[in-house]
């Protein structure tokens, strides 16, 4: 499956914004599973200095740099990738007990360890109800993926998707609490659940197909960039993808941007600036699918 995606991000200033320093990860990345096969990333009005890297965990890192004062600037994607059809496997994890052993047997700390996974992060902190609600949805699993659906399945179930319920900084606790809001809110809480009981959880940004196949209902999320979550499920399955918002393995429909612990690692824009008063936002996302010809 190929899939044409653009996605724009644009801020318009009330008063011109100064030394705006600008990080950028909307690049989506290649993967195991997904191939980019071209794109490009422009900004209006040109920045005056740019590099291209990549990150720790992988991730393609854009570094803008203004020197002259914005009213308006506007970030945009243009690419196609390539996703590679999954059937998921079999499930070769180990029970729960057993996990802790398997992580321990792991040497690397390269970006996809699952050391880098089990603790605490920027935007994930310990919390009590979270860690009762992981023990008590896990408790009958009898292996490490069982356990990551259960929790998924019991989020599910548990969360009512709201897009006014929550803001880009709402804290973990406080949408567990409310029982509302929105893919980064639920995912937030299905990793702090999985760190409870000792699976390795990261945070997955990405896109997700904004028109389903005919006969199938439209997912929850597909108007913005989408977030999900990466469970290590021990040394023989590895790392499984799991959108909690509509309760589903990652398959066709899901194209990774960028990996990370929380949202603080794979946020599309962050950066600092000099400004006053308030300023608006606009994000759009465009998913297509590619429509193949065929000849005779």
Same mark, same amino acid.
């Given at each position: 499956?190929?899939?044409?995606?653009?996605?724009?991000?644009?801020?318009?200033?009330?008063?011109?914004a100064?030394?705006a320093?600008?990080?950028?990860?909307?690049?989506?990345?290649?993967?195991?599973?997904?191939?980019?096969?071209?794109?490009?990333?422009?900004?209006?009005?040109?920045?005056?200095?740019?590099?291209?890297?990549?990150?720790?965990?992988?991730?393609m @890192?854009?570094?803008?740099?203004?020197?002259?004062?914005l009213?308006?600037?506007r970030?945009?994607?243009?690419g196609r990738?390539?996703?590679?059809?999954?059937?998921?496997?079999?499930?070769?994890?180990?029970?729960?007990?057993?996990?802790?052993?398997?992580?321990?047997?792991v040497?690397?700390l390269?970006?996809?360890s699952p050391?880098?996974? @089990?603790?605490? %992060?920027?935007?994930?902190q310990?919390?009590?109800?979270?860690?009762?609600?992981?023990?008590?949805?896990t408790?009958?699993?009898l292996?490490?993926?069982?356990a990551v659906?259960?929790?998924?399945?019991?989020?599910?179930?548990?969360?009512?998707?709201?897009a006014t319920?929550?803001?880009?900084?709402?804290?973990?606790?406080?949408?567990?609490?409310?029982?509302?809001g929105?893919?980064?809110?639920?995912?937030h809480?299905?990793i702090?659940?999985?760190?409870?009981?000792?699976?390795?959880?990261?945070?997955?940004?990405?896109?997700?197909?904004?028109q389903?196949?005919?006969?199938?209902?439209? @997912?929850?999320?597909?108007?913005?960039m989408?977030?999900?979550?990466?469970a290590?499920?021990?040394?023989e399955?590895?790392?499984?993808?799991?959108?909690p918002?509509n309760?589903?393995?990652?398959? @066709?429909?899901?194209?990774?941007?960028?990996?990370?612990?929380?949202?603080?690692?794979? %946020?599309?824009?962050?950066?600092?600036?000099?400004?006053?008063?308030?300023?608006?936002?606009?994000h %759009?996302?465009?998913?297509?699918?590619?429509?193949?010809?065929?000849?005779?």
């Amino acid at each position: 499956m190929q899939y044409d995606i653009t996605l724009e991000i644009g801020y318009r200033f009330e008063h011109p914004a100064t030394a705006a320093r600008t990080l950028l990860r909307m690049f989506p990345i290649n993967t195991s599973r997904q191939t980019l096969l071209h794109g490009s990333l422009t900004c209006s009005p040109q920045a005056s200095e740019r590099r291209d890297e990549v990150d720790f965990f992988g991730n393609m @890192l854009t570094s803008l740099m203004f020197s002259a004062p914005l009213k308006d600037v506007r970030f945009r994607f243009e690419g196609r990738v390539q996703r590679i059809p999954f059937d998921g496997g079999l499930d070769l994890s180990p029970p729960l007990a057993v996990l802790p052993r398997e992580i321990d047997g792991v040497a690397s700390l390269g970006p996809h360890s699952p050391h880098h996974y @089990l603790g605490p %992060s920027e935007r994930i902190q310990p919390v009590g109800e979270i860690a009762a609600f992981g023990q008590d949805v896990t408790a009958a699993a009898l292996t490490t993926l069982e356990a990551v659906l259960a929790v998924s399945r019991g989020l599910h179930a548990l969360f009512d998707f709201d897009a006014t319920a929550t803001d880009v900084a709402t804290d973990p606790a406080e949408a567990f609490a409310q029982r509302r809001g929105v893919c980064q809110d639920i995912s937030h809480v299905m990793i702090g659940a999985l760190r409870a009981v000792g699976i390795p959880a990261g945070y997955v940004s990405g896109f997700l197909r904004t028109q389903p196949p005919p006969g199938q209902p439209r @997912l929850s999320g597909a108007d913005a960039m989408h977030a999900w979550v990466r469970a290590w499920c021990g040394r023989e399955l590895g790392w499984v993808e799991i959108d909690p918002t509509n309760d589903l393995r990652v398959a @066709l429909d899901h194209v990774v941007v960028a990996y990370g612990r929380d949202y603080a690692d794979v %946020s599309p824009v962050k950066g600092s600036l000099r400004s006053a008063g308030p300023h608006k936002t606009q994000h %759009s996302v465009d998913m297509v699918p590619e429509v193949l010809s065929t000849a005779g």
